[in-house]
């Protein structure tokens, strides 16, 4: 009884075998040549629907895609890139690294690499200088659809990480933000000034906003507090553009005479 035994499943193992191989295979192959399309709706639903991948091509691993703002779910409001986005995943490490590429906003790829953690994960930034369309925060719906925004954003990155741990998050580094020749369709004055933004990384991550030239003078500062933002700034205008800006003072802020106090959190 016991050789019988022994010779069926001598017989069957190499079918087994090759049933396990088989669809191991089968598993590779599909992880390997996943449509870009799995990707890029995971993205869309974390976002919340606010960042959108028009005309996935590709896979997971290698494709590109037209990148949109939008407001979100139920929104009219959207506006795409000029271009195409293309990212390339790798693993790396203990991790996975990453490289994107917009033509028309950088002229060297976006490098970052995704350490997962126990209870969270970390993400790297390799220092990078990026140019985008003040123009696509339109698609974010309000209050950017009602400014209309115009100009260029030049984006800075040095030192940047961020971690998330038992769902709270943390930041090293340093990024900033200039947002040069803005103008907007709530005044006949263009350009109304240049401005800068600079986040810095700490316990409690903070940044400042202010004025590098132009009439719209915009001044203020914030921080991080848990996963709230709260920031407080003015805007103003000298008296003589005054009457061109006044539409925009009230839309930004809370109207106290000559300026406008704006406030989050």
């Known amino acids: 009884m016991s050789r019988i035994k022994q010779r069926t499943t001598q ?7 090759a049933l396990a191989g088989a669809l191991l295979g089968l598993v590779l192959a599909t992880l390997l040549n996943a449509p870009a399309r799995w990707l890029t709706a995971a ?8 960042v959108v991948f028009q005309d996935a091509r590709g896979t997971v691993w290698n494709g590109s895609a037209q990148l949109v703002l939008s407001g979100g779910a139920g929104s009219a409001d959207a506006a795409a890139l000029p271009g195409r986005l293309a990212w390339l995943i790798r693993p790396g490490g203990s991790g996975v690294l990453v490289r994107l ?6 002229e060297q790829p976006l490098r970052l690499s995704l350490l997962p953690r126990w209870g969270g994960a970390r993400l790297v930034l390799a220092d990078s200088l990026s140019q985008w369309p003040a123009q696509w925060l339109a698609g974010l719906g309000t209050p950017w659809n009602t400014v209309q925004p115009e100009g260029q954003l030049i984006l800075a990155t040095q030192g940047l990480a961020l971690e998330w741990t038992e769902g709270r998050m ?25 401005y800068r933004v600079i986040l810095m990384g700490g316990a409690t991550p903070s940044f400042a906003l202010e004025t590098l030239e132009g009439s719209l003078q915009l001044v203020g500062s914030g921080q991080w507090v848990g996963s709230k933002l709260r920031f407080e700034g003015t805007a103003s205008a000298s008296p003589e553009r005054l009457d061109a800006l006044s539409n925009l003072l009230n839309i930004i802020g809370r109207r106290d005479g000559a300026r406008s106090i704006m406030k989050v959190g």
């Open 11 to 17: 017989a069957t193992s190499p079918w087994a075998w």
């Open 43 to 50: 993205l869309q639903q974390g976002s919340g629907g606010r």
């Open 101 to 106: 590429q917009a033509d028309c906003c950088m």
């Open 170 to 194: 943390s930041m090293a580094g340093r990024a900033q933000l200039d947002a040069t020749q803005i103008s907007s369709r709530l005044s006949t004055l263009r350009p109304m000034g240049s």
